[in-house]
């Protein structure tokens, strides 16, 4: 192997890029802050404030960039721990949930699933976890909060199972709770991790008794060690063990318990990232599969950020390094377009050490400048024909009918709505039956931001109103006649999206499955392939 080859090799066996994934509150600023402060990455805890009452939360880590002078971006975080870079990425999660959180997801390798043991499996956490099944992307689950009063955690675990359809291994299980917290017992170590509360507590302060059966846990917890002693041997019996073949597979999670803001658990679940979440994997193009230890660079874009300085019209395509090296100045081929791109300007998300990184590797992620010409699911590469799949588009769940107020401007909202679709800041569909535009997105913000750059970037002034449409579903069947039957009995409720695919948009949920029964032969389908 060559000199070349094989530091590519070694530079990806040391990746890991995952992803957050909870509802909102649940913990991810706070677990995603102990994560950099325990990598180094940050020196102090504390920093990240000010979220709530922000309009995007994307300004969580200006502090923290200001502080350390890093090039800590919002979206990408990139962190040292053990000898491994780490790639986290954020899942915007609040009011900005949109299809951006959900295509973030197929661009990583593992995700960490936060449930607040106080409130279970709630909305968001399934909408996501079903995305991250799409390509049965390995979970690990923490269950936070545990300083709180929480829920009994076999009940939990149960409700895991049974709404994210997923198999628990718990690694750690939680001593009492609430004020009584005492800390967690590792079934795969035998050995009691004793909490403390202190948000500043450091790995070597936490102490740590080996052995279920040792004295002195009796010396601390005289009344509560038998029932304890009972709890795990019922919980060892009856729960999942662990198998690291059916967690890579996206089977089995391992679920550890712990309480973010004190710091309490998150050392495990960083040593589970590195020790059993994957490394960058092979990634399906049209014509083959790409493996990470190539020798020549490729990459797909899963996200575009307008307007990062509203001074400019510059937006940032973000891409996932699939295989080889990038190098900063290298040239790299936008295939779509057919051009080759200098990538002199081109962003990347580094750790504490500026110095070092000029270059990435499969699993990184890097930043392209532009204006306007690269869209959602293009990809990259040193020159061969190489698109990879799987970065879709997903059903849209809220709808606006729109209108402007001048009809002047008819071509200028169109032109707009065009590119504000390729960029994926919405879902643009045009009715059949001739009525207004309809937009569709899976984050209400979507809306405001849309109507925003209409104005600003297109001098259009767009009026929103609610359209009563529960889902939209693009739609297939390999008997064209039939499908052209579809289309035209239901044309009223029919519509071709940005990208001129067919869509069915129902107006609610009964209508959908009705019209399933009613036309066995056409398939529906909740995401769909970039074109
Ligand atoms: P996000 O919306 O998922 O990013 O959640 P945040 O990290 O902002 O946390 C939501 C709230 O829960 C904040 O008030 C946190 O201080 C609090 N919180 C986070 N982790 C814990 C924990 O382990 N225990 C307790 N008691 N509160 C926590």
Redesign the pocket.
């Known amino acids: 192997m060559s000199a070349e080859l094989s530091r590519i090799a070694e530079e990806v066996s040391h990746r890991r890029t995952f992803a957050i994934i909870?509802?909102?509150?649940?913990?991810?600023?706070?677990?995603?802050?102990k994560l950099l402060l325990f990598s180094g990455a940050i020196q102090m805890a504390g920093t990240?404030k000010g979220?709530?009452g922000g309009k995007f939360?994307t300004s969580d880590w200006m502090e923290i960039e200001k502080q350390r002078g890093i090039s800590v971006a919002s979206s990408v975080m990139q962190f040292d721990y053990r000898d491994h870079t780490v790639n986290l990425l954020d899942t915007p999660?609040?009011q900005d949930f949109s299809e951006d959180t959900y295509r973030v997801l197929t661009a990583v390798d593992s995700a960490l699933m936060?449930i607040?043991a106080a409130k279970g499996v709630e909305e968001q956490t399934i909408k996501l976890l079903n995305v991250c099944r799409l390509r049965n992307t390995p979970i690990v689950t923490f269950m936070?909060?545990?300083?709180?009063e929480v829920r009994d955690s076999l009940e939990l675990l149960d409700e895991v199972e049974d709404v994210l359809k997923i198999r628990c291994s718990p690694i750690t299980w939680p001593i009492g709770m609430g004020k009584t917290f005492r800390g967690v017992y590792s079934l795969l170590n035998d050995a009691v991790i004793l909490f403390e509360a202190g948000t500043e507590k450091l790995v070597s302060d936490i102490e740590v008794i080996q052995g279920i059966d040792n004295p002195r846990l009796d010396e601390l917890f005289p009344l509560e060690m038998e029932q304890l002693r009972m709890e795990i041997e019922l919980v060892k019996g009856a729960s999942n063990e662990w198998n690291l073949a059916e967690f890579l597979a996206g089977t089995l999670t391992p679920v550890f318990f712990?309480?973010?803001?004190?710091n309490?658990g998150v050392r495990e679940i960083l040593n589970a990232l590195i020790d059993w979440a994957p490394a960058p994997q092979e990634r399906d193009a049209t014509l083959r599969s790409v493996d990470p230890k190539e020798a020549k660079f490729s990459g797909f874009v899963f996200k575009i950020q307008a307007n990062m300085d509203p001074k400019h019209r510059d937006r940032i395509a973000f891409l996932r390094v699939c295989s080889g090296q990038f190098e900063r100045g290298m040239k790299m081929k936008h295939l779509r377009l057919n051009r080759d791109i200098a990538a002199s300007s081109v962003v990347t998300f580094m750790s504490h050490d500026r110095e070092i990184v000029e270059e990435a590797f499969a699993g990184d992620i890097i930043g392209i400048p532009n204006h306007g010409n690269i869209q959602i699911g293009d990809s990259f590469s040193e020159g061969e024909e190489l698109a990879f799949t799987g970065i879709p588009f997903f059903a849209p769940e809220m709808f606006r009918s729109v209108r402007i107020k001048n009809p002047l401007k008819l071509k200028q909202l169109q032109k707009g709505l065009q590119q504000l679709g390729e960029e994926g800041a919405v879902q643009v569909f045009k009715p059949h039956n001739g009525g207004d535009l309809i937009l569709g997105a899976v984050g209400v913000l979507q809306f405001e931001v849309v109507a925003s750059r209409l104005a600003a970037e297109y001098g259009v002034d767009a009026m929103f109103e609610s359209a009563s449409i529960w889902s939209a579903r693009w739609f297939s069947c390999d008997d064209r006649k039939k499908l052209d039957e579809f289309v035209k009995a239901l044309q009223m409720n029919i519509a071709t999206d940005a990208g001129g695919n067919l869509s069915y948009l129902a107006p609610n949920r009964v209508n959908f499955a009705l019209t399933q029964e009613r036309w066995p032969d056409i398939v529906f389908h909740e995401t769909r392939e970039h074109a």
């Open positions: 909870s509802h909102p509150d649940a913990g991810k600023t706070t677990l995603t802050e990240v979220k709530k939360a999660g609040h936060v607040d936070n909060k545990c300083d709180r712990g309480s973010a803001i004190n309490f």
